[in-house]
């Protein structure tokens, strides 16, 4: 026996030139990929171009970092789903050590028999075999774990259907097939002492197949028999892998998203664009459609998110709209929104501009009104994401279209509109001024004198809501005890149209967002302190699109930074425990999440208690009020009753909040419940203000 060959030859029992056949099987598998990946890329270029592409070199740079972290490393995966992502892993893992080895068998085979080169593979060709086959046998683990999790466990957000069961049936058959002919070689030459490639310590390196290449001997098979046995499972497992990437060509399903997948994660947006921002509608005087009504109104990236979508269902689990019983579900959403894509683009293809219009629409058809109106853009479903797909740009997107095309708004969502156009706040009904809160503070508006370190700025809700009003009152205190100069505008300030862009008005928020970008401009402002973590998200991320380029701090990074430089210094004690809410706009958004936190360990006699390991942070449960669904009507449970029960869950005494609008939902959830006397919700500047002047 060569020395070279280690107990192993290539093509045993299937010789050659016949067993070159095989490497025609896989130029079958390579080339339904392929044309399955060009067709459907012509469904991709009937979107618009992706205005988000910015530099390559920094995209690439940063998508190959995310691929191997994320997506090989799994991160995203295990960190929170420690069962589905130990399962995945394997699965892939297997796969792709199983795709290595059988590639580094045809270059070894091929170079040293036709260019006489000898790999240095060869000399571990052993202990290579070791790895591939743990590699089965974790391809085997992960399609176990798959199947009883989809069809044993069952949780509710996996839909599964007919594919999901023959892509396993395919996978599972292929990874038993390679295991068992390759045992019938080993019991037919490294166990056999008659054969010529007799190596019992060769088929040590393969112990999996060597247990069950034990079992074959055990049955008393003759040489030929096994012979014969392996010769039919190598072509039908050859045929099987074929079978298996032919089928997902064809179908487009599951097993595509491979391929799919690392072009999606390359291209997304956050690479070039702020994660809180909104892509703007530009040439508004010239786009003949507001928002999309069809797929050419998307860009090539959404598109390509719907074929990028698993159907996993993980954004669901954590859609607090799902949650709560509306009728969003962010995975149906990117699901029909296909089905529409597929049904739609290869008409699209053939007639151009002259195809007839669609039979169902994609809004009020395939996707109803009342799904995109529950959003309250918090992330969670984009944070939960591993494949990065970006369901709110294609919500705010059609709420565009319902908007600005169709004027069909939820009533008091189009009062809110109506009242910022009309008197620059979505507040209809307040009988406050902009100015009624600085009675008493000694704040100092631009107008009286322009000479200031910062701009405080204010926010509809801290100006114009009483309970906000001390929130605002609080914030001067601090900044009055730190000796900060800071101003405010006064009347002259007006809402950042946060309300209007995500409630789809693009059109008025583009207005409002130049006028307070002259107004600050002309006051040489540069660097600017906000209350709401959504003014801070509007003006730090989206102005700059319009050329409003200011330094925007929210106050729980200022007033932690002031807490580190000893610029103030809690003093009073406040006995007490509080369990802090992350606001989705402060947290997902902008990855702001330990200054709130040093805030609360800086006050004396503080204790902070943490809504849960799967409810703080990036995982934290949405108050309900973002996406301009504190101006509607909310049906059957209320956002911000579930998370007032987490709260209430912590036994803490009071739930702090960094954000406005988290204040008044988290103090109407308390009210509801009853135990106002008992529970209270606190912002973490009148916790601070208290301590600080105790």
Request: with cysteine; hydrophobic share 40%.
């Amino acid at each position: 026996m060569p020395p070279e060959l280690n107990g192993r030859l290539d093509f045993w029992n299937i010789g050659y030139p016949l067993g070159a056949l095989v490497y025609f099987t896989a130029l079958i598998s390579v080339m339904a990929i392929a044309w399955a990946l060009w067709n459907r890329s012509k469904y991709w270029q009937l979107g618009r171009p992706n205005p988000d592409v910015g530099s390559w070199k920094i995209r690439i740079k940063v998508g190959l970092r995310t691929l191997l972290i994320d997506s090989a490393g799994h991160r995203k995966f295990v960190k929170h789903e420690t069962y589905p992502g130990l399962m995945h892993f394997l699965i892939v893992w297997g796969l792709l050590l199983l795709f290595v080895a059988t590639t580094i068998d045809a270059f070894e085979f091929n170079t040293e028999k036709y260019l006489g080169w000898h790999l240095p593979t060869r000399e571990i060709s052993l202990q290579l075999e070791l790895i591939w086959d743990i590699a089965g046998l974790m391809l085997i683990a992960g399609i176990g774990m798959a199947a009883y999790r989809r069809y044993v466990i069952r949780p509710d957000r996996l839909n599964t259907m007919l594919e999901n069961s023959v892509l396993l049936i395919l996978l599972f058959g292929q990874a038993m097939s390679g295991f068992v002919l390759q045992s019938f070689r080993m019991a037919a030459t490294e166990l056999e002492p008659s054969s010529e490639l007799y190596s019992v310590e060769s088929s040590y390196w393969s112990p999996f197949s060597y247990v069950i290449a034990l079992g074959i001997r055990g049955f008393g098979f003759s040489v030929q028999a096994m012979e014969s046995s392996h010769f039919i499972l190598w072509w039908g497992h050859a045929a099987l892998m074929t079978l298996t990437f032919v089928y997902a060509a064809w179908r487009f399903g599951p097993l595509m998203h491979i391929f799919v997948s690392p072009i999606n994660l390359l291209l997304r947006s956050s690479v070039v664009r702020p994660k809180g921002a909104l892509r703007p509608i530009l040439n508004m005087d010239t786009i003949e459609v507001f928002g999309a009504r069809d797929i050419t109104d998307l860009t090539s990236k959404q598109l390509l998110d719907f074929d990028s979508c698993t159907n996993c269902g993980r954004c669901q689990d954590q859609c607090p709209a799902w949650r709560s019983g509306k009728p969003l579900s962010p995975r149906a959403l990117i699901q029909d929104a296909k089905s529409y894509m597929v049904e739609r683009a290869p008409l699209l293809i053939r007639d151009g501009k002259d195809a007839p219009p669609p039979d169902v629409n994609l809004i009020g058809g395939f996707i109803s009104p009342e799904v995109l109106w529950s959003c309250t853009s918090c992330r969670a479903c984009m944070e939960a994401c591993p494949v990065s797909i970006e369901h709110i740009d294609t919500i705010i997107d059609m709420r565009r279209y319902l908007t600005m095309e169709e004027a069909s708004v939820p009533q008091t969502a189009m009062d809110a509109l109506n009242s910022m156009e009309q008197r620059g706040h979505p507040w209809r009904g307040t009988q406050s001024t902009r100015i009624d809160w600085m009675e008493g503070t000694g704040s100092v508006t631009m107008a009286e004198d322009p000479e200031h370190e910062i701009l405080l700025w204010i926010g509809c809700t801290s100006a114009l809501d009483g309970r906000g009003q001390q929130v605002a009152k609080a914030m001067a205190s601090v900044l009055k005890l730190a000796d900060i100069k800071y101003r405010v505008l006064g009347m002259e300030e007006n809402c950042t149209g946060d309300p209007a862009r995500r409630l789809g008005n693009e059109y008025l928020y583009q207005i409002m967002a130049e006028q307070n970008i002259e107004i600050l401009n002309n006051y040489g402002v540069r660097k600017i302190l906000t209350l709401c973590p959504h003014c801070f998200n509007t003006i730090k991320n989206e102005y700059p699109q319009f050329g409003g380029i200011f330094e925007v701090v929210h106050y729980t990074e200022y007033v932690a930074e002031l807490l580190r430089d000893n610029k103030i210094k809690p003093r009073k004690a406040i006995p007490m425990s509080v369990a802090y809410h992350d606001s989705c706009y402060l947290g997902r958004h902008n990855d702001i999440y330990d200054p709130p936190r040093e805030i609360v360990d800086s006050i004396p006699g503080l204790q902070l208690i943490e809504m849960g390991e799967d409810r703080c942070r990036e995982r934290g449960f949405c108050c309900g009020a973002g996406g301009g669904r504190m101006w509607m009507e909310e049906a059957g449970t209320k956002v911000n009753h579930i998370r007032t029960d987490h709260f209430i869950e912590t036994s803490a005494d009071a739930v702090g909040v960094s954000c406005p609008f988290c204040l008044q939902m988290m103090e109407e959830g308390i009210g509801s419940k009853g135990l106002t006397s008992e529970k209270s919700a606190k912002d973490l500047l009148e916790l601070l203000a208290e301590s600080l002047n105790g």
